[in-house]
Structures are given as structure tokens and as C-alpha cells.
């Protein structure tokens, strides 16, 4: 029987040669085990382009392992091996295991299903912290406790100062501010964007090309598509992204991250967020290669400061609220809502434009930056009263960057507010004027942004009015959102009953719009 010493368990998402897994390892004692297996990518449902990125990237490592002759276990999809506990349980019986090693998972419903296995079968398993982050274990649940209202921009000056990041000697910001976010919303003139560096891509190579073959004939029927596959999977290529990204598009970042354009998937983002929690980037070197970008006066300081936050401040800050509340994430539904997500978040089949191109772009690429996702499919979801498990399992299948911890408190919190305020201090509610002010969505579009009733009325804005109508006792508690309330009183009863008509009609077939 084979005999191992350490048994050390890396998942998709710990894809990284500097973990706690390496310490004290032994190429003679120990091994690897990695698996695809079918429940990860049916229940929850991962599209055809995330589960492409994350067994590719998966196989990519293990071959990296080898060559540095270290053993692996690998079980490939093509095993049909339904479950981790199934693949596990195999493992065992062909061996004679001392203990197992793996790195907290970044997903809480993974963490108690390997843990309640081990339980089970009377097995030891060292759980290791995740050091991939900049904030240590316990940091942040010392730190939230401090505060009554513990809001992401206090977390991120905490971040800002103990790290001595984007800081004069003095201690205090560079730039006089911590936050440059009000020079970071700018849409684009009529004509658009200026001409845009695409961005670096990469063309599936041998080991990419088996697993887009595998997915389908083993998966046929996940979601999205793959014939346009071209994310970075492998440690080279993330830092080739990031550094693309550094010399072309930071430059404009700061000033329009915010902005969308019709056709522009990519626009000024860094595409390196599925990079980073895969574990193939380190947030600290993204940081300090951001830092020096903007000491080398390559890069303005409202686009080095406005990306730093996304890391140190949104990043660090999401992934600490995910484990404090890990128990009530997925059970929490504030606004009772009770609609069924509907079926063009699947298709793309919508006549609303912003949600067509929205759409359409993550069944094509698995991606959208995060005003797409906040203040698109996020807040068309969430004025239509969608279910926020349905909404959730939507963006945790379709976006190739998904992980539990990122993605839930992103959905059920900031987007949803079905946690009652956890995430965010109120509802991100807009009509389609936003929308229209942010992109040229809405120039070719079978509605008006600015019409609430009648039948060019825009979706959006129709129930964004109805959402104020609705929750008149929750917005009048915020003092960003109690005018709606007054707002909506001031308009003729006519004009509220041909709103609330409206509405009626949208929810009643909603596929028609």
C-alpha cells in the first residue's frame, strides 16, 4: 500500500508556490492531491468559461509540480468522479495516509464539507491560513469589533497605515487624501473612449485546448460559451497581464472605472482579478508595482490610489466580512425578495440594451467589470425582487473570477442588500438615468431612460420607482435616500398609479421586455 506522510490538499483557488502547504515539505514523504470533480461544477453550477479557467489552470500547476518532481494525485473530469468525498475516499483506500494538510478553502460550504468528511472517517486534517492575503488571520475580526458601523473606507486607512502604503513620512496620505474616488467617475463623451491598448490574450495551448474538450463532452450542458477562451492560467501569464495593464490601461483607470461603452468589453480594467484568487498574483506585488507606477510618474494618483482600494480596501475588506458572517450569508434575504431570476441572465435575450450587452459579454468572456455587475445585472435584479439565492448562483456560475468569499457578500450584500446593511449602508438603487449618464447603452435602446410609464417606459427607472414606492420605510431611515420618498410623493397620483401599472406588466412577463 502506499504510504504518505502528509496528504497536502491544494483546491483550484490556492494555485501559488508560497502557501503554508510548502513548509516543511517533503518530495519524499509527501504528496499533492488535486481533483476535478463534477458536483464543483454543477451544484453550485460553474459555466463552460469558469470551469475552463479553473481546470486549466489546475492542470497547469500540476504539471509545474511534476517538473519540479514533486508527486501528484490528480483526478481529471473525464474520471467521472462525482465528489470530493468520493475522490478522497478512493485516495484512501490505495493508501496508508499519516495526516492531511490544506489551506482554509475560499468557499465556507466547501470548508464544512471537507471538514465534516474528515470527521467522519476519523481522519486528522491540519487546516492551514490562507497567507494569500495582506490582512493576517484574526486581523480583521479584531479590528471589526472596534467599530459599531465598521465601513470599508475606515478598514481601508487601518490597511493604508499599518502597511505604509501610498504614505508620506509623516504618516499621512500622499496627496493630501485618502480617497480619490469623487476624480474616478467620469463617462465618455459622445464619440467614446480614445483608442484603447486590447489587452494582452492568450490562445489555449495543448493542456487548455484537453480541458475545453473535456468540459465538453463530460459538462455539455453548463452555461455560457468557451469558443472565445483566452484567460491567463498560468503564474507567467498573470504577471504578463498585470504588467499590460500597468503600461496601457492604468493610466485612464482611475478616471473612467467606472464608465461602460457598447462593444468594449475590457475598457481600462486590469483583467487580473481571476489572476488574483486563483492565487496566481500576490496582492502585495500588485500593490507595489502599482506604487512604483506612480512614483515613476507613469500613472496619475487618483487611477494608483483608486486601484489600491479596490485591493486593499474592497479586496481585504470583503474577504474578512465573508468569514465574520459565514453562517448567515447564504439564509439572508432583508427585503423578502421572492422572484425567480429571470431566464435572459442565462440567454442574453433581452430587448433592454444595457442588459443584453451586459449579459451577452459574460456568456461569451465570463466577465464584467464592476459597474456592469453593481449597477446593471446587479441592480436590475435587485428592483425586480429577485431571490437572492438565484441572483448568487448566477453570479457565482457565470464570472470567471468567482469565489465564494469574493462573490456572496459582492451579491447578497453590496448588490442585493438582502443582508440589511452589512456590506453596504443602503440600497444601490438608480433609474435608468444612471445608466445613461455612464455609457451609450441606452442611444440605441427600445426604451427610454428617462420615461417611468407608457410603453417606452425604460425598465429600470420604472421600477426604481416602484422600489421607492415599496420601501418607503426603509428608505426614510437613510438620509442619502429619504428625498426619493419625498420625490415620489410629489408626483401626481395618476402618474404613481400608471408607475405602479407599469411595473405590474414588467413582472408579469418579464420575458417580453
Known sequence: MNKIRNLCIILGDQLTHDSLIWDNFDLNKDKIWMAEVVSESINPLSSKQRTTVFFSAMRHFAEELRRKKIK??????????????????????????????????????????????????TKNIEW????????????????????????????????RKSRKVLLEDDGKPVGGKWNFDHSNRKSFSKTGPEEIQKPIRFKPDKITKKVILDIELHLPNLPGKVSKFDWAVTRTQALKVLDDFIKFRLIRYGDYQDAMWSKEPWLYHSLISSCLNLKLLNPNEVIKKIEHAYYDDKVPLNAAEGFIRQIIGWREYIHGLYWYYSKIWTSTNSLNAERVLPNFYWTGKTKMRCL???????????????????????????????????????????????????????????????????????????????????????????????????????????????????????????????????NWDNKEKQVQKDIIKRSKKIFDNIELF
Not at 467521472?80 to 482554509?104: M, P, Q, W, Y
Not at 495582506?134 to 469589533?145: D, G, Q, R, V
Not at 436590475?380 to 457565482?396: C, D, N, R
Open 72 to 121: 501528484v494525485i490528480y483526478t481529471e473530469i473525464n474520471e467521472h468522479i462525482s465528489t470530493f468525498e468520493e475522490a478522497l475516499k478512493k485516495t484512501i483506500d490505495n493508501s496508508s495516509i499519516g495526516c492531511f494538510r490544506c489551506v482554509i478553502p475560499g468557499d465556507y460550504r466547501v470548508y464544512t464539507l471537507l471538514s465534516d468528511f474528515f470527521k467522519e472517517n
Open 128 to 159: 492551514l491560513e490562507d497567507t494569500h492575503f495582506i490582512s493576517k488571520e484574526n486581523e480583521f475580526n479584531e479590528w471589526i469589533k472596534k467599530y459599531k458601523k465598521p465601513r470599508m473606507e475606515y478598514w481601508y486607512r487601518y490597511i
Open 356 to 486: 443584453n450587452e451586459s449579459i451577452n459579454q459574460v456568456v461569451e468572456y465570463g466577465y464584467g467589470h464592476h459597474i456592469q455587475r453593481l449597477m446593471v445585472t446587479g441592480l436590475f435584479s435587485l428592483l425586480y425582487g429577485v431571490k437572492p439565492s438565484e441572483i448568487h448562483a448566477w453570479y457565482l456560475s457565470m464570472f470567471v473570477d468567482a469565489i465564494a468569499w469574493v462573490e456572496t457578500p459582492n451579491t447578497i450584500g453590496m448588490s442585493q442588500y438582502a443582508d440589511g446593511g452589512i456590506v453596504g449602508s443602503k440600497p444601490y438603487i438608480a433609474s435608468g438615468g444612471y445608466i445613461n449618464r455612464m455609457s451609450n447603452y441606452c442611444k440605441n435602446c427600445n426604451y427610454q431612460a428617462t420615461e417611468a410609464s407608457g410603453e417606452n417606459a425604460c425598465p429600470f427607472t420604472t421600477l426604481y420607482w416602484y422600489f421607492v414606492y415599496k420601501n418607503k420605510d426603509l428608505l426614510k431611515k437613510n438620509p442619502r435616500l429619504s428625498m426619493q420618498i419625498k
